[in-house]
């Protein structure tokens, strides 16, 4: 990948966050928090392939550093973290491996078919993974830290 | 102290707003309960699932009361689920009359997200999602254009359609069949770079990350529901999107 290559692709999944927040009527003030999210979760994408990970361990890492950052954000403002949490993570969301599962589906090219699928589920479950294994760290830590099993709601 | 039945009902339609808004079901039943605590109940026993909330509030008294809500509709907005925390925070700090959280309820509700802002935030996220998955500067402004009647077409269906899985199938079979007509008029066009710029506006993301955070917190049955919807969602938008390349043959 070139830096131009690189360059974009950073800059698309960060603005696209930025994108998403505004549909999903984020405040306006919290929209940058959500674009450095985006922007740490495909960075960290970006290095996990960068070292010769395969799909899953980067999205794997990727989501799980997402979940980390947006539970952070959440802690340091006293906001909801699914709002970061949600729009860090949407540049991992497979549209494009949805799409070509269905188009290769359709022209009956099981072989691509099966590909794609395992492609697009290889993200799917490495970005629930991410999920679980962030939401548990976070879980210990508000334990440890508030020493409150309840309070876990901003 | 005097209870009044009519707060439970208050906390039910703050939960049920918070759900609809696209919040955790862990965050709506953590709601209700602290409102209620804060109220001064003894216990709350409450079940959410993605489309139906129960609760039951027991006062120091021995009295229960029992109110059901069903859930419908509604859309994602992290800023009414922000307001409807304050709203709850506040509560909680210092309760106060049954008026005054109608009041303040009713002005979450009637706040509504800017036509402005949701349709330059698909426009962007059709631009920029179209380039990020390798689409040319060309095929992005195609895909920004073709955001702003997707948008338009997913505000209006949505009150004609029966389920979210056809309404999601009905906005990706317009998009699509917009972006196959685009590809015809502009060959430089890349016509599946467009449909991947359009499928992001419309792909269950919130439903997807909620169900798995849901799951994890225990609520399996919502998360599950939830889950199995966004599937679906994400099937038919997909299947939506391909009709129209299969029909037409591009």
Redesign the interface.
């Known amino acids: 990948m070139s830096y131009f290559q690189l360059f974009i692709s950073i800059f698309t999944s960060v603005m696209g966050t930025v994108g998403f927040a505004m549909v999903w009527n984020m405040e306006n003030k919290y929209i940058p928090h959500a674009a450095l999210n985006g922007f740490l979760t495909w960075a960290m994408y970006l290095i996990c392939e960068a070292y010769g990970c395969g799909n899953f361990t980067a999205t794997l890492a990727a989501s799980l550093v997402g979940v980390l950052v947006a539970e952070f954000m959440a802690r340091a403002t006293r906001k909801n973290a699914a709002q970061f949490r949600i729009s860090g993570l949407v540049c991992l969301i497979p549209g494009s491996g949805l799409y070509h599962t269905m188009d290769a589906l359709i022209r009956s090219d099981s072989a691509m078919v099966h590909s794609y699928a395992m492609s697009t589920s290889y993200t799917v479950f490495g970005i629930a993974g991410g999920i679980c294994l962030g939401s548990a760290l976070m879980y210990m830590f508000k334990v440890i830290v508030d020493g409150n099993k309840n309070n876990f709601a901003y | 102290m005097a209870y009044d039945k009519k707060m439970l009902g208050m906390f039910v339609d703050v939960g049920r707003e918070m759900l609809q808004s ?3 079901i ?2 709506a039943d ?2 209700i309960k ?1 409102m209620g605590l804060a109220y001064g109940a003894a216990r709350m026993d409450i079940l959410a699932i993605t489309d139906y909330l129960v609760v039951t509030m027991s006062l120091p008294d021995g009295v229960e009361y029992t109110i059901t809500r069903r859930i419908e509709g509604g859309s ?7 307001a409807l ?1 304050e709203l709850s925070r506040s509560f909680c700090n210092k309760p106060f009359s049954e008026q005054e959280l109608r009041e303040r309820l009713d002005g979450i509700r009637n706040n509504h ?1 800017g036509n402005l ?2 349709y ?10 179209s ?3 390798g689409g040319s500067l060309l095929d992005a402004i195609v895909c920004c254009a073709l955001a702003f009647p997707a948008c338009f077409l997913g505000g209006n269906l949505s009150r004609l359609c029966s389920s979210n899985i056809f309404y999601n199938f009905l906005c990706a079979l317009f998009s699509g069949i917009m972006a196959c007509i685009a590809a015809m008029i502009i060959p430089a066009v890349h016509l ?1 770079k467009l ?2 710029g359009l ?3 419309f ?1 269950p ?2 439903a ?3 169900s ?2 849901d799951i ?2 225990g609520d399996t049955l919502s998360g599950m529901m939830r889950m199995t919807e966004a599937l679906f969602c ?2 038919a ?3 939506g ?2 009709i129209p ?2 029909v037409t043959g591009i």
């Open positions: 696209g919040a955790e862990g965050r953590t709601t602290l994602t907005d992290f800023s009414r689920i922000e925390n997200i802002k949701k330059a935030g698909t426009m962007m996220v059709g631009f920029m999602f380039a990020f998955f599946d449909m991947i499928i992001m506006i792909i993301g919130r997807l990350t909620n798995i955070k994890f917190l994400g099937a938008i997909a299947f999107f391909i390349v299969y």
